[in-house]
């Protein structure tokens, strides 16, 4: 699949339970769905993630630093998919003859 | 104990493979945008910290290695992404390069039109003083068509100073009538005038040419009497680059398109 696919799927279902998802969150969730091991690589990732917060498809935070701080990390990218996105993985899906609907749709 | 330190040293390489993907990141956003390198840099180290603490608490010993993978893998990628940073930060840094281009560009031919004009004038001076003195020296006979010619010249690479795509050649042109005319200069300045001629003979004497004749007096002597001429040839050289440069990259900005830098 498209990584820009596995992002908005993967990235739907944490935020189903979760409100943001961030980077490493995202690459363990697309590895599981996959079922293949391996974590995406950093530039195919971030790359891919940059691109679809510019087109619309996600939007990106910076965690407060208080936060962080308070958890002893460095700060998140915290990322959010859009109705946009949601939309473009329905159409995406709908173009495959697909016919399940994610929890997360609904929530987008 | 020893258990404890191969754990102990198992984290510390795996540190060190952290700290030499972030060092890789380092060299892919050398360069580029503050804010967009930094964005990158922290959105990374945020993951391998959370890879690292994710692996720790699942007794993952394997995690070094699957860090190095992703980061080797992802090199296309993340040179790929430089390329389009370094193309956005580029174009937007256009239209303030042009602007201070054209400012430039503007000062340059206000500077060049002085000193344009300075010649032309003292051009049709010299002309007409040689012309009235022709009686009294032989060899201001021959000195007049000279310096009219100079700002015959001086007037017409003026006219083309105020067209863009003449200008470089405008300003060559006034660097080669700036060393005819300061030769002629020279050559007739005792029928000139006689008080300038007067005050560069003491500038002479004081370098030591007709002093003391010695190799350096002399060279000092000739260097005094060649370099305002020389000077202000070199100056239009320079700016004949100068605007070669503008009107290239005004070109490459907008190919087929008239030049920008007006």
């Known amino acids: ?108 | 104990v020893n258990a404890a330190d191969r754990e102990h040293d198992r984290r510390e390489h795996d540190d060190r493979i952290a700290a030499r993907v972030l060092a890789w990141c380092s060299f892919y956003t050398r360069g580029l945008p503050d804010e967009v390198a930094a964005d990158r840099r922290d959105e990374l180290a945020s993951d391998l910290h959370e890879q690292l603490a994710d692996a720790s608490a699942r007794g993952d010993r394997r995690v070094g290695r699957a860090i190095a993978r992703r980061a080797i893998l992802g090199a296309v990628a993340d040179l790929s992404w430089r390329a389009k940073e370094r193309g956005l930060a580029s174009r937007s840094a256009m239209p303030v390069t042009m602007s201070r281009d054209r400012a430039a560009t503007l000062r340059l031919v206000v500077a060049c039109y002085i000193l344009g004009s300075g010649m032309a004038s003292a051009g049709i001076v010299a002309a007409f003083r040689t012309a009235v003195h022709s009686e009294y020296f032989d060899s201001a006979n021959n000195l007049g068509w000279p310096f009219a010619l100079g700002a015959v010249v001086a007037f017409a690479a003026m006219v083309m100073l105020a067209r863009p795509h003449g200008r470089a050649w405008g300003a060559a042109l006034l660097a080669l009538c700036a060393a005819w005319m300061w030769c002629f200069f020279l050559s007739g300045l005792p029928t000139l005038s006689a008080t300038v001629s007067h005050y560069l003979e003491r500038v002479v004497v004081r370098l030591g040419f007709l002093g003391g004749v010695d190799g350096f007096g002399m060279l000092r002597g000739v260097t005094a009497v060649l370099l305002p001429g020389a000077l202000v040839a070199a100056f239009f050289v320079v700016v004949a680059i100068a605007f070669r440069r503008t009107g290239r990259l005004a070109k490459a900005v907008a190919p087929g398109a008239p030049s920008t830098c007006r």
């Open chain 1, 1 to 108: 699949l498209p990584i820009e696919r596995r992002i908005l799927e993967s990235g739907l279902d944490i935020q189903a339970g979760e409100q943001h998802f961030y980077g490493f969150s995202l690459a363990r969730q697309m590895a599981e769905q996959d079922d293949r091991g391996g974590l995406t690589a950093h530039g195919t990732l971030y790359k891919a993630l940059g691109r679809m917060t510019e087109t619309g498809l996600l939007e990106a935070e910076w965690e407060h630093p208080e936060i962080a701080e308070a958890e002893g990390r460095p700060r998140r990218r915290l990322y959010r998919v859009t109705g946009e996105g949601a939309r473009a993985l329905h159409r995406a899906r709908q173009a495959e003859g697909t016919q399940a609907v994610t929890p997360g749709l609904a929530l987008a």
